[in-house]
T-cell receptor, first 111, second 116 residues
């Protein structure tokens, strides 16, 4: 029979608000993490990365936080804009350079 | 550079037919990755190459799938025979080195494959 597809977690925010997207990773030995943004019909696009020897890294309007104790990663987007609407994936460098992607979270920005 | 280029963008084929997906990585990138994306399993790494040599193909689902990289500027992913469960978006990505540090992988636009 036909498989039923999973529904991505969805985060809906008002334009101008801050967004926080969370991700749990699996391997405590992972030493590098990346957040990707994927817009409809396009490939994933790099947003920001962080190494395991850091717990915070800031970019333009984005901040990534890493909590190795609980294997948790978050992406904060300041002053969210309609153009930020997309699916966001975290990826961990697992087993020597292979990027393993999380399930993804769909961000919807309401004008 | 135009980025990672994949072709075709869309492919519809009948079950049992051979399908060939193509990828041109970014010039100078030593690593090339093939990913498959479905709603059920998300983004899965199928295989990656370093300097045209396959390094890890543990993600290739079965013998019906094969990938080659005859030179630094071209790679193919072939499915023979294709089955409806192969329907997915297939992405190619390339990077300067392994993503062990500040080295991101750049993705192509993907090929949406539908097997009917």
């Amino acid at each position: 029979g036909e498989s039923v597809g999973l529904h991505l977690p969805t985060l809906s925010v008002q334009e101008g608000d801050n967004s926080i997207i969370n991700c749990a990773y699996s391997n405590s030995a992972s030493d590098y993490f990346i957040w990707y943004k994927q817009e409809s019909g396009k490939g994933p696009q790099f947003i920001i990365d962080i190494r395991s020897n850091m717990d915070k890294r800031q970019g333009q309007r984005v901040t990534v936080l890493l909590n190795k104790t609980v294997k948790h990663l978050s992406l904060q987007i300041a002053a969210t804009q309609p153009g930020d609407s997309a699916v966001y994936f975290c990826a961990e460098n697992n087993q020597g350079g292979k990027l393993i992607f999380g399930q993804g979270t769909e961000l919807s920005v309401k004008p | 550079d135009a980025g990672v280029i994949q072709s075709p963008r869309h492919e519809v084929t009948e079950m049992g037919q051979e399908v060939t997906l193509r990828c041109k990585p970014i010039s100078g990138h030593d690593y090339l990755f093939w990913y498959r994306q479905t709603m059920m399993r998300g983004l899965e790494l199928l295989i990656y190459f370093n300097n045209n040599v396959p390094i890890d193909d543990s993600g290739m689902p079965e013998d019906r799938f094969s990938a080659k990289m005859p030179n630094a500027s071209f790679s193919t992913l072939k499915i023979q025979p294709s089955e409806p469960r192969d329907s997915a978006v297939y992405f190619c990505a390339s990077s300067l080195s392994l993503p062990l540090g500040h080295t991101e992988a750049f993705f192509g636009q993907g090929t949406r494959l539908t097997v009917v």
